[in-house]
């Protein structure tokens, strides 16, 4: 029997492909009978596929994915980032099916998430991993980082007005301007392979080190996916100073610090809203409250400097 985790029901529901919930078992047992798989228990934990343990005939442990088919072509993006990869920072890819949406990947261990790593040993696994990842493929067809900011500028105003507006006003123009300014400064022969969504629940063990999962596949500038660890661990992101995050990883990564802030704002506010939908909570809400007390003190950054976007970041902010 396959069973379907309630946030995946809920992404699925939310795309508008009922048929496909209903036609997956059958899918599952198809692609057993295709890629003489024995499929096993599902994993609870993923939001936009489901995923789960299956063996081979030899007896090699592997995974078996199936992502919700939607607008975008996302198995697409991701079959096509993991094969040019090649198993590099990320899971080997081991068989696909671009049509039905389906991966058979190397079977990994616990996630970051689970081994409750100190933030910034994790930080410091995460910004190895993704570097990794990054390499120019300029023919790959991905989508690029103006892409996909052009999408969250259309997707943040509408799901905001959706769901009753759960975060202030300036916060969502604040996103929108953050937006803007990296879809303008987007720069094709800079733009590498990046993974789109590096962070702890897609961060898995394997042998005596990590493996990313789940990329989105974008062809964008790097810092893009140090925006994504700038909306992740909103709590902790406020408790302090939530510049000195952003500078941190662009020290150590010898990337832009004021590229990684602003797609961390655009990135916080859209998975806030995201999540909110689905119902993956507090997480949802505490982005979304970050991401209110950040635009509000940068609110009051741009009063006072004379409404001027500065080119670096701004050093007193209070946090």
């Known amino acids: 029997m396959v069973e379907i985790p309630k946030a995946v029901r809920a992404k699925a529901l939310a795309a508008g492909v009922t048929e496909w919930l209903a036609a997956l078992p059958g899918l599952v047992a198809q692609l057993e009978q295709d890629w003489s798989i024995t499929v096993g228990r599902g994993y609870e934990d993923p939001t936009e596929a489901f995923v789960a343990e299956a063996t081979t005939g030899d007896g090699l442990p592997v995974v078996l994915k199936l992502v919700i088919p939607r607008a975008g072509n996302h198995a697409w993006h991701e079959i096509t980032a993991l094969r040019l990869a090649g198993g590099e920072g990320c899971v080997h890819?081991?068989?696909?099916?671009?049509?039905?949406?389906?991966?058979?990947?190397?079977?990994?261990?616990?996630?970051?998430?689970?081994?409750?790593?100190?933030?910034?040993r994790r930080h410091e696994i995460l910004?190895?991993?993704?570097?990794?990842?990054?390499?120019?493929?300029?023919?790959?067809?991905?989508p690029t980082g103006a892409d996909k900011g052009r999408w969250l500028a259309t997707f943040i105003p509408a799901r905001w007005e959706q769901l009753d507006r759960p975060c202030a006003a300036r916060t969502v123009d604040?996103?929108?301007?953050?937006?803007?300014?990296?879809?303008?400064?987007?720069?094709?022969?800079?733009?590498?392979?990046?993974?789109?969504?590096?962070?702890?629940?897609?961060?898995?063990?394997?042998?005596?080190?990590?493996?990313?999962?789940?990329?989105?596949?974008?062809l964008a500038e790097p810092e893009y996916d140090l925006g994504i660890l700038m909306r992740e661990d909103p709590v902790e992101l406020i408790s302090g100073d939530p510049y000195e995050r952003a500078r941190w990883l662009a020290a150590r990564t010898g990337r832009n610090p004021t590229a990684i802030w602003e797609w961390g704002v655009v990135e916080r506010v859209s998975t806030g809203l995201l999540l909110t939908q689905i119902g993956v909570q507090p997480v949802g809400r505490q982005m979304l409250a970050a991401a209110d007390r950040i635009a509000q003190d940068y609110s009051g950054y741009v009063a006072r400097s004379g409404g001027s976007w500065p080119r670096e970041l701004p050093k007193d902010v209070p946090p």
């Open 93 to 120: 890819l081991l068989a696909h099916d671009v049509t039905r949406g389906a991966m058979l990947l190397e079977r990994l261990g616990r996630s970051l998430h689970e081994l409750a790593l100190p933030i910034g």
């Open 127 to 142: 910004c190895s991993l993704a570097q990794r990842m990054w390499r120019p493929a300029p023919d790959s067809g991905l």
């Open 174 to 218: 604040h996103a929108l301007a953050c937006a803007d300014r990296r879809i303008t400064a987007h720069d094709d022969e800079r733009a590498m392979l990046v993974h789109g969504d590096v962070h702890q629940w897609n961060t898995l063990a394997a042998g005596d080190g990590f493996k990313l999962v789940d990329p989105d596949g974008l």
